[in-house]
């Protein structure tokens, strides 16, 4: 596609219950990031892919928080037992991943509302 | 010590005006400097970016300055326009080894009234 893509643009669920974030980057990008935006709140990084390399999770602010990428394409952001402060936008990002320091492009977002 | 200080959270200025927005970084170790903007309903995408090693970056109207000793970086818009009505993010990362894992403030509204 043109651009990185997320599904769904929003997402509401109940408090207790799993959700499964979507997101499939730009063709050739090895680089793929997911950040969190909070109302009021500036971007959150969550956690980091590159190539078959380990992810880097450093920034998954719990447990309840997974991510995994297949084929080195599309990734699945995963919250389980969802709480009403996981309510947030979620953006997935991705890069080519050859140099430091690149340009990244986001995809629109995930809107999750906790209820 | 990762956190990048924006300032200010707010900003309104009119048509024609300099938007001004800054921020402070703590970690001597960051060395890329992006800005990112913002649109209602879209991600941020990249608009402009600086190395430490010049004090000054200029493209079209846009402006990054850059003070190393102070540890701070600003954002200029010249001209302000409607258009540039967004929201506003700095950024910071470490470049050696760097997996582009930013750090970004707290992000700036900007409106600017016709």
């Known amino acids: 596609g043109a651009g990185v893509s997320q599904s769904p643009s929003n997402k509401v669920t109940e408090k207790g219950k799993d959700v499964e974030l979507r997101c499939d980057p730009i063709s050739g990008h090895t680089a793929l990031y997911w950040y969190r935006q909070s109302l009021g709140q500036g971007l959150e990084f969550l956690i980091y892919f590159q190539g078959n390399s380990a992810p880097d999770k450093s920034g998954l602010p719990s447990d309840r928080f997974s991510a995994e990428r297949t084929g080195g394409s599309v990734s699945t952001l995963t919250i389980q037992r969802t709480q009403q402060e996981d309510s947030a936008v979620y953006l997935c990002?991705?890069?080519?991943?050859?140099?430091?320091?690149?340009?990244?492009?986001f995809g629109s977002g995930t809107q999750l509302s906790v209820l | 010590q990762q956190q990048v200080k924006q300032s200010p959270q707010s900003l309104i200025v009119q048509k024609g005006g300099i938007s001004i927005i800054n921020c402070a970084y703590e970690n001597t170790a960051f060395d890329y400097f992006p800005w990112y903007q913002q649109f209602p309903g879209k991600g941020p995408a990249l608009l402009i970016a600086?190395?430490?090693?010049?004090s000054e970056k200029k493209e079209g109207r846009f402006t990054i300055s850059f003070n190393k000793s102070a540890k701070q970086f600003s954002l200029h818009i010249m001209d302000s326009q409607p258009g540039d009505s967004a929201t506003y993010f700095c950024?910071?990362?470490?470049?050696?080894?760097?997996?582009?894992?930013?750090?970004f403030g707290q992000g700036t509204t900007l409106q600017v009234k016709p």
């Open positions: 600086i190395r430490p090693d010049v």
């Open positions: 950024a910071a990362s470490v470049a050696p080894g760097n997996t582009g894992k930013l750090i």
């Open positions: 990002a991705s890069s080519f991943g050859r140099t430091a320091n690149e340009k990244l492009f």
